[in-house]
C-alpha cells in the first residue's frame, strides 16, 4: 500500500471516529492530516489533501489550537502560516481528555452540585428517586475524574507498563 493511501485510510477511519465521539468530522480529519504529517501544513494544503472549503479548515484550525492540539508556525520569507500537530501521543491523549473534561464533565458535574444543594418538592417517591439519581451520576462522574486523572499520570508509570506488558 502506498503511503498516500495509507495516510487517507487513515485521516478518514479518524474522521469517523472523531464524529462518533461528538468531535466534527472535518476537525478529527484535519488533526489526522497533520498528525499523518511531520512537517507543518498550510491552510490551502489542508485545503487541497482533504477537500475542504476554507472557512471549514480556518474554523477547525482555530479549534484545533484552542484544543492545544496543534500549533501555528512561521517559516521565514514565507508570509503562508503553517500548522502542525503534537505528535506525542500520551500529550494528544491528555489535551482531548482535559478538553473533554472541560466542555462535558464540568458543567454536569456544576449541575449536579447545585441540584444537591436545592430543596426540590414534589411526590416523596419521585422527588427520592430523582435525588437518588443526582447522588449516582455525582458519584459516578466523580470516579470517572479520578479515573481520568489516573490515566493521564500513567504514561511513565512502571507499574502501570508492567501490567500493559502482562495483559499481552
Same mark, same amino acid.
Not at 502560516?81 to 481528555?97: D, M, P, T
Not at 456544576?110 to 455525582?138: Q, R, S, Y
Not at 470516579?143 to 502482562?166: A, G, H, T, W, Y
Given at each position: 500500500? +502506498?503511503?498516500?493511501? =495509507?495516510?487517507?485510510? !487513515? ?6 471516529? @472523531?464524529?462518533?465521539? @461528538?468531535? &466534527? ?23 487541497? *489533501?482533504? /477537500?475542504?472549503?476554507? @472557512?471549514?479548515?480556518?474554523?477547525? $484550525?482555530? +479549534? $484545533? ?15 503562508? *502560516?503553517? !500548522?502542525? =500537530? ?11 481528555? +482535559?478538553?473533554? /473534561?472541560?466542555?462535558? !464533565?464540568? &458543567?454536569?458535574?456544576? $449541575?449536579?452540585? +447545585? ?7 414534589? &411526590? ?7 435525588? @437518588? ?5 455525582? =458519584? ?12 493521564? #499520570?500513567? #504514561?511513565?508509570?512502571?507499574? !502501570?507498563?508492567?501490567?500493559? /506488558?502482562? $495483559?499481552?
Amino acid at each position: 500500500m +502506498e503511503l498516500q493511501e =495509507a495516510q487517507m485510510q !487513515f485521516i478518514q477511519t479518524w474522521g469517523s471516529v @472523531g464524529s462518533s465521539w @461528538g468531535i &466534527p468530522r472535518s476537525m478529527a480529519q484535519i488533526h489526522a492530516l497533520l498528525l499523518a504529517n511531520a512537517d507543518g501544513l498550510s491552510t490551502e494544503e489542508v485545503m487541497e *489533501e482533504i /477537500k475542504l472549503s476554507r @472557512g471549514n479548515v480556518n474554523i477547525n $484550525l482555530r +479549534e $484545533l489550537i484552542n484544543w492545544g492540539l496543534i500549533s501555528k508556525q512561521n517559516k521565514l520569507g514565507d508570509r503562508k *502560516e503553517y !500548522f502542525k =500537530a503534537e505528535h506525542e501521543i500520551w500529550s494528544v491523549a491528555k489535551r482531548i481528555i +482535559e478538553e473533554r /473534561k472541560k466542555r462535558e !464533565f464540568v &458543567p454536569i458535574q456544576n $449541575l449536579l452540585t +447545585e441540584l444537591k444543594a436545592t430543596k426540590i418538592v414534589g &411526590p416523596k417517591a419521585k422527588v427520592a428517586h430523582f435525588k @437518588g439519581l443526582v447522588e449516582e451520576l455525582d =458519584a459516578f462522574l466523580s470516579q470517572m475524574d479520578q479515573l481520568s486523572e489516573l490515566l493521564v #499520570k500513567m #504514561k511513565n508509570n512502571r507499574f !502501570f507498563n508492567q501490567f500493559i /506488558k502482562f $495483559l499481552k
